[in-house]
């Protein structure tokens, strides 16, 4: 851990209120899986292009996360799928700014990532008359009855591009839990960039030079497959299974 503070600090820090002009709430996502021995090599090739977001002199950050989904888990369903115009409920609680949301976060046709949130005090248990209303006013409001179905924890680092509106992050440490059952997953790095639009970047390039494959994996998908094992998951098994054969702890 030490060594990857280090490779850290050699990033020019940010402070959130700097990079307000890159929140990107309607973007373009691409997402890589990294195996976590190559991120601290990924990250010094990167690391005069980007600032790095410090929130009191800290650079990973921890994230806590409750996803909500309907009894039969509909929500699951539409993203294995591969419904369109698909959406997510979660609380998220960032916890270094000691900052909660409620969000929306919906994938549309155009293969855009729209996100909305609101702001809450904490993470309910239950979702509220507030909350409730927010989901009827930002979804088709097909759905309804929503209940918590899982709890993700994992650091996060947060780059900004220097030159272009550009937002690059690495999770790591993911930990998931529900219905009493808990699972870490172990060497797994799931990396974003987040465009307004698709343009150039110099981590994509880096990815490209190494021929490392864009991979869409879904956090909140992963952690029902690995902690369900009677869930439906033909659309991910494949992924899962080639990711296990290059190391990573996923089961």
């Known amino acids: 851990m030490q060594d990857l503070l280090t490779t850290l600090s050699h990033f020019p820090?940010?402070?959130l209120e700097e990079m307000d002009h890159v929140q990107l709430l309607n973007r373009i996502d691409t997402k890589f899986v990294i195996h976590?021995?190559?991120l601290k090599e990924f990250l010094s090739a990167i690391e005069t292009y980007y600032n790095i977001l410090v929130i009191n002199d800290v650079s990973l950050h921890p994230y806590e996360t409750l996803y909500f989904d309907t009894p039969g888990l509909k929500l699951y369903h539409m993203h294995h799928n591969g419904k369109l115009n698909r959406y997510k409920l979660r609380c998220r609680k960032y916890v270094n700014s000691g900052v909660s949301f409620f969000e929306i976060k919906t994938k549309t046709n155009t293969s855009r990532t729209i996100k909305k949130r609101m702001a809450i005090d904490c993470i309910p248990e239950t979702l509220d008359a507030p909350m409730n209303q927010y989901i009827r006013e930002h979804t088709p409001?097909?759905?309804a009855h929503y209940v918590p179905v899982l709890r993700v924890y994992f650091d996060r680092i947060t780059l900004?591009?220097?030159?272009?509106?550009?937002?690059l992050t690495f999770d790591i440490n993911l930990r998931y839990k529900s219905s009493g059952s808990e699972v870490k997953i172990?060497?797994?790095v799931i990396v974003e960039i987040k465009q307004e639009k698709?343009?150039?970047s110099p981590f994509?390039?880096?990815m490209k030079e190494h021929r490392h494959p864009i991979n869409y994996l879904s956090k909140y998908c992963l952690g029902l497959t690995c902690l369900n094992s009677g869930l439906k998951k033909n659309r991910f098994k494949h992924k899962i299974d080639t990711l296990n054969k290059l190391g990573y702890g996923i089961h």
Do not use: F, T, W
Request: proline share 4%.
């Open 13 to 15: 820090p940010i402070s």
């Open 36 to 38: 976590e021995n190559q």
């Open 141 to 143: 409001g097909k759905l």
């Open 160 to 167: 900004v591009n220097k030159k272009a509106n550009e937002r």
């Open 186 to 188: 172990q060497d797994l």
């Open 198 to 200: 698709c343009s150039v």
């Open 204 to 206: 994509r390039q880096l």
